[in-house]
């Protein structure tokens, strides 16, 4: 069974930083693209970042030059590096795992930027 388990989210003031984590555990093997969606209340969910086994990333055009996509291979692990945050930042981020044949997605946190 896998598992993605994400931390870091939270309340932030505009302005802000915050780095999110997201942990892959069980039976997984050869995981391709790592990366980190988000929906807002009554929009639909969109790319945030992604990267993939090679390094390669891409980045929603709202976020290119604040936020930075990383991966650790030997722990399985990405990251999400999150500067000058602004309140249309607000929304609920989820982790996405691909591999050759499956995609997997985190439960979710909750990232508020608000003064």
């Known amino acids: 069974q896998v598992q993605l388990v994400e931390s870091g989210g939270g309340l932030v003031q505009p302005g802000g930083s915050l780095r999110l984590s997201c942990a892959v555990s069980g039976s997984i093997r050869s995981i391709y693209t790592m990366g980190w969606y988000r929906q807002a209340p009554g929009k639909q969910r969109d790319l945030v970042a992604r990267?993939?086994?090679?390094?390669?990333?891409n980045y929603a055009n709202s976020v290119k030059g604040r936020f930075t996509i990383s991966r650790d291979n030997a722990k399985n692990t990405v990251y999400l590096q999150m500067n000058s945050l602004k309140p249309e930042d607000t929304a609920v981020y989820y982790c996405?795992?691909?591999?050759?044949?499956?995609?997997?997605w985190g439960q979710g946190t909750q990232v508020t930027v608000s003064s």
């Open positions: 990267i993939t086994s090679g390094g390669s990333t």
């Open positions: 996405n795992v691909g591999t050759w044949n499956n995609v997997y």
